[in-house]
């Protein structure tokens, strides 16, 4: 494969990323985004276009009809950041940055959808582009499927990537199986009874209870999940009571919950219910847990890593698994589908800001690799 084509790429592909870097827009919002990116594939002479959940989109690449059909997903939603990098394209949108490297997927896969047109008379099968809104929620992913996307569009597998400042700029990361964890919020809610604090024999705690229950729900990992499963229970808000000197009636806590497995999750989701309610019991208040449940395990087709590493040569390397989370997870519950890492990470350049930080930036440089092994993988499964 030309390598060469693909270095041509890059001043393409960072003016891309440029312009889409400086106007993010959050989930579900991507009007300008969602049109910035009908206007580049049309340039390209792709016409298959069609428009999900009013901001999505998604173009269809036809070829011979005699190879697999391979669906390339990005995600294009901002957050809710204010930009702190100081660079020239900086965010248009006040309070709003693309602080997740959405804005380098996007760019890789229109760079890629650049190299499709081009190469059209290669394709063997049809190749499906799914610019996906809305991935820091509520997750488009499960809208798009529940909408009948594959139901349009069948594929046989789904390859995705990430960009990652933990891992060093230009590397491919991957690994076989759970590379990133299942999630869910949950908020915990203690009811007791109020009353002055200088008779507390006659109120229920809620605050003496909670600072139990937060005790009781840290055994959870210890001692209900196998020592060979990984999980994270964290509680990072409480708020609860009305006066220094009143007994709280009622406290809230809200946390994420993290796991390699299904079977590991679903054992927290169990035993945080039945601590929440006996413990509270135990001291005469009432407790009750609320979840959330999120996305599920990123869990890597073997046969999809395997192909990677060889296409990936010296640039491959395994990584860690890693309890974030990416709703590509709920893809993969439908049809075989591989995420990687690109990486990022250059302390010279002082790209090293981790991932939703306010000063997150990456070499622009990287893109083209993204769209290079885009090409080799679609040139293996589809036999080329």
């Known amino acids: 494969m030309d390598t060469e084509y693909f270095d041509n790429l890059n001043p393409m592909l960072t003016e891309i990323r440029r312009d889409l870097h400086r106007i993010p827009e959050t989930g579900l919002e991507e009007r300008k985004t969602s049109a910035y990116i009908k206007e580049k594939l049309a340039s390209f002479g792709i016409t298959e276009v069609e428009t999900w959940l009013e901001t999505g989109v998604t173009a269809l690449i036809r070829g011979k009809g005699n190879?697999?059909?391979?669906?390339?997903?990005?995600?294009?939603?901002?957050?809710?950041?204010?930009?702190?990098t100081g660079c020239s394209f900086s965010s248009c949108h006040t309070g709003k940055m693309h602080a997740c490297g959405h804005d380098g997927h996007m760019?890789?896969?229109?760079?890629?959808?650049?190299?499709?047109?081009?190469?059209?008379?290669?394709?063997?099968g049809d190749v499906l582009l799914i610019f996906q809104p809305a991935e820091e929620g509520p997750g488009g992913a499960k809208l798009l499927i529940d909408a009948g996307l594959f139901q349009k569009h069948p594929v046989q597998y789904i390859i995705g990537c990430h960009i990652f400042p933990q891992v060093p700029q230009g590397k491919i990361a991957c690994k076989k199986g759970a590379l990133m964890a299942r999630n869910g919020e949950v908020d915990v809610h203690i009811k007791g009874k109020s009353a002055h604090g200088a008779q507390p024999q006659l109120g229920q705690d809620a605050i003496l209870c909670t600072g139990a229950v937060i005790s009781a729900l840290h055994t959870i990992l210890s001692r209900n999940v196998s020592p060979l499963e990984s999980g994270v229970l964290t509680f990072g808000k409480i708020h609860g009571g009305e006066a220094c000197n009143i007994i709280a009636k009622e406290v809230v806590l809200e946390g994420t919950m993290r796991a390699f497995s299904d079977e590991a999750y679903e054992t927290m989701v169990q035993r945080i219910t039945e601590i929440t309610k006996g413990v509270a019991a135990g001291y005469g208040c009432e407790g009750n847990a609320v979840f959330r449940h999120m996305y599920r395990v990123v869990d890597n087709n073997s046969y999809l890593v395997d192909l990677l590493q060889e296409v990936a040569e010296e640039r491959y390397e395994e990584t860690p698994p890693y309890m974030l989370a990416e709703d590509f997870s709920l893809y993969q519950q439908e049809i075989p589908g591989i995420f990687f890492f690109l990486g990022s990470g250059n302390p010279e350049k002082g790209y090293t800001a981790p991932l939703h930080s306010a000063s997150f930036q990456f070499d622009e440089r990287i893109l083209k690799y993204g769209v290079e092994i885009y090409a080799k993988m679609l040139a293996k499964l589809q036999g080329q």
């Open 107 to 124: 760019t890789i896969l229109l760079g890629f959808a650049k190299y499709l047109a081009d190469h059209k008379a290669d394709l063997q």
């Open 67 to 84: 190879g697999k059909t391979v669906a390339f997903r990005a995600d294009m939603d901002g957050l809710p950041v204010t930009e702190k």
